[in-house]
Structures are given as structure tokens and as C-alpha cells.
């Protein structure tokens, strides 16, 4: 057994225990994460069963890389500000019998407090005091607050005031918006990223922006590239990202008379998980390489005039995608029921990743799950290959 491990040792300020069943139930995780996020940091340990507070046994942990990826979203998702690279760390510790736990170390930036975790409308700011968990004063709370506040809630109006410019067509949208504005110098060096499908890791080809025979244009504040079908992607001088294409696009024709259901309306899995993928390798490449001031960003996701469109689960070359009988969409659009958040390394080290949990709540309107989804996300590794890439 590694040295490393703190068997025997008793929770204090800067140690938790966790057994593996609480990665059943995340936000047990989480709120331990915000509280030393708010007080001086410290190690929170999942797979040692405690007793009385004291680390007594090892519960490994099955699938470690999976639960990492899902604890890394989970804490991405409810804790705000989103915790960057250098404030959490997930990792896996090997015990003898070549199983392993998780280790997740926190190191909070004194400037970035208060935290928050979000729970539905409830937000809870909570903060460690030996080996307990209080709620924080008002007084510890107001200082920073302001600030944190301010830039989310003009991040989340710009993206409202994007989508409603949507609501008019039939559309699949998608919006990047940070958080800190920041001063992008756009020029016709941005071109590269639009017409050359290495420069963002896309595929030549596939169900993406790139076009080698399209050249960007500015528009306002912006600089704009655009296909004669009406797809286009925005650059935005804050950083921002914007890509709308009509919902037909979503519609493989070929995909669907192969399966000899020919509809207009079904949506082809591959062209679901793509779009979405291509923007945020997009997004990837320009926020490694360019200067921008935030390292938080909102992302959100529409479909509008989407009634009556229907998703097959699974993979399309699963038989279970062909047997499948999905029902038809009820509603009139598909808008995310919260905007997802993500850091920047997420973005820079991490775009298939990002994409899959936007499109995650995408099958979740549809009435599916997680499992449904095809298995050319791959989420171990956290990418996207499709067939023929």
C-alpha cells in the first residue's frame, strides 16, 4: 500500500474521508469542495471508509478514470466561480491489489471568494472549521460577492439577448460567452481557423464549420463566416463564440433512407454530436492562442422550431439504434434548463468533453440518457471518433 495514503489518520480542517459510495451522490463531494475552497484548502479523499472521523479501511474504487471525469463535471457545474485548473486537482492513487482511490486536492485563489455551490435555485456559500462544515456569515460572504455577480449576470444577458435574435427560425444555435469581457484583435489572420480543418483538429469533411472555399467578413463588432446554406460562426471582439445553422443540417437524408425510415425531422446522431464538437475545438484553438482577460465561460445550446423532430438512441451502426421507436418532440424549442459552465483549461484541454455535456441535455429533453448516447464518445478519454476519422 502507498506510503501516501492516510490510514489511520483523523479528519482535520485540511483532511476529509469519503467512502466510494459517495460518488453515488456528487454533491456530497462537492459541498466538502467548497467548504475547504473557502477556508485554506486542503485533501479530500474518496475511498477511505471512516469511522468516528478516522480513515480505517480501503474501499476501491471501480472505473476510477470515469468517476474523475464525472466528479470533474459535476464540480465544474455546481460550484461558482468554476474552479480552474490550479485550485482542484482529480487524481487516482494505487493501493496494492492494483485497484486504486481518488485524491482530489484543493488550493483555493484567495481572490476568487467567495464560493458558491448551486443546488437548483439555491446557492450555498459554506466554509471548514476543523473537521465540520458551517455556512458562511454575511459579513464573509458580501465583500467579493459583487464583482463575481456583475460578470456572470452580464455574461447570462448577452447570451439571452443572442438567443432571442434566434427564436424567428428553425435553427440549431450555439453560444461561448465569457464571462470577463475581454479585447479580441480581430483580423484576417482568423481566417486559418475557418478554412483549415487541422488548425482546430477537425475532420476534412465532416459535420463542421470548416470551409476551405468560404472567406470570414466583418460584421459590426465582429468578424463572421458563412456558408450559402445559412450556417455561419461569430467571433466576437469580447471572445465571445456564436454558430447558427438551420435545424434541417441536423437531417442526414442518406443516414435515414439507409435505415429505410426516411424522415425529415429525425435528427442523425453523428451530425448531433459534431456541430457542437467542431465549435468548441474551435473555441479550443483561439482561446490557447489568443489573450483574453476571463476564465470562466457560459455556454449555452438551442434548438428552435424543433417540434415534432424526433432522436434515435444509441449508435447508428447498433441494432438497437435501428429497432429503436423514438417518440416526437412535444415542445417548440429545446433551450438548456442551465447554462453550462466551464473553465478555460476545460476548453483549451478538454472540447470534445465540453461538447458531449452540452449535448447530454439535448438527449435529456428527448427523454433519453446518458447511456443512450453513442459510444463514439469515448468517456474515458474524453473523445470524440467518429467512423472514418
Known amino acids: 500500500m502507498s506510503e501516501s495514503i492516510p490510514l489511520g489518520q483523523a479528519e482535520s480542517q485540511r483532511l476529509e474521508f469519503k467512502g ?69 486537482h482529480v487524481e487516482t492513487v494505487s493501493i496494492e491489489d492494483n485497484g486504486s482511490i481518488l485524491r482530489v486536492s484543493v488550493k483555493p485563489s484567495k481572490e476568487r471568494r467567495p464560493y458558491d455551490l448551486r443546488e437548483g435555485t439555491a446557492r450555498h456559500f459554506l466554509k471548514r472549521i476543523d473537521d465540520r462544515l458551517r455556512s458562511m456569515t454575511r459579513e464573509e460572504i458580501i465583500p467579493n460577492q459583487a464583482g463575481v455577480d456583475s460578470g456572470r449576470s452580464k ?30 484583435e480581430l483580423g484576417k489572420d482568423f481566417q486559418v481557423y475557418f478554412s ?18 468560404s472567406r470570414i467578413e466583418r460584421e459590426g463588432g465582429a468578424i463572421k463566416f458563412g456558408h450559402d446554406e445559412g450556417t455561419c460562426v461569430r467571433v ?4 465571445a463564440i456564436e454558430f447558427t445553422m438551420p435545424i434541417i443540417n441536423l437531417y442526414w437524408k442518406n443516414a435515414t433512407d439507409f435505415l429505410n425510415r426516411v424522415n425529415g425531422k429525425e435528427i442523425w446522431p453523428y451530425c448531433l454530436l459534431e456541430y457542437p464538437t467542431s465549435i468548441l475545438r474551435l473555441a479550443s484553438a483561439l482561446y490557447q492562442e489568443r489573450i483574453l482577460r476571463s476564465d470562466t465561460f457560459i455556454a449555452e445550446l ?16 447498433s441494432p438497437r439504434h435501428k429497432l429503436a421507436n423514438p417518440k416526437p418532440l412535444e415542445a417548440d424549442e429545446i433551450v438548456l434548463d442551465e447554462p453550462v459552465v466551464f473553465t478555460r483549461n476545460q476548453i483549451v484541454e478538454e472540447p470534445d468533453r465540453c461538447a458531449f455535456r452540452l449535448v447530454t441535455q ?15 464518445f469515448n468517456q474515458v478519454t474524453g473523445k470524440l471518433v467518429l467512423p472514418g476519422a
Open 20 to 88: 466510494k459510495d459517495a460518488l453515488k451522490h456528487l454533491p456530497n463531494i462537492s459541498r466538502e469542495v467548497v467548504a475547504m475552497l473557502n477556508s485554506g484548502g486542503g485533501e479530500i479523499w474518496i475511498g477511505l471508509g471512516e469511522e468516528h472521523g478516522r480513515a480505517v479501511r480501503i474501499e476501491p474504487v471501480e472505473n476510477a478514470e470515469r468517476e474523475i471525469s464525472r466528479l470533474r463535471d459535476h464540480l465544474s457545474d455546481a460550484i461558482e466561480p468554476p474552479p480552474i485548473a490550479a485550485e482542484i
Open 196 to 213: 483549415d480543418y487541422q488548425k482546430t483538429g477537425n475532420r476534412n469533411g465532416g459535420w463542421n464549420f470548416v470551409d476551405p472555399y
Open 155 to 184: 455574461a447570462l444577458r448577452k447570451i439571452e439577448n443572442a438567443r432571442k435574435h434566434q427564436r424567428n427560425g428553425e435553427n440549431f444555435w450555439l453560444r461561448i460567452q465569457p464571462v470577463d469581457d475581454g479585447n479580441l
Open 302 to 317: 438551442a434548438l428552435f422550431a424543433a417540434r415534432g423532430w424526433t432522436l434515435r438512441p444509441h449508435s447508428p451502426m
Open 362 to 376: 439535448v438527449y435529456f429533453k428527448f427523454g433519453l440518457w446518458e447511456e443512450d448516447m453513442p459510444l463514439e
Open 236 to 239: 466576437f471582439r469580447d471572445g
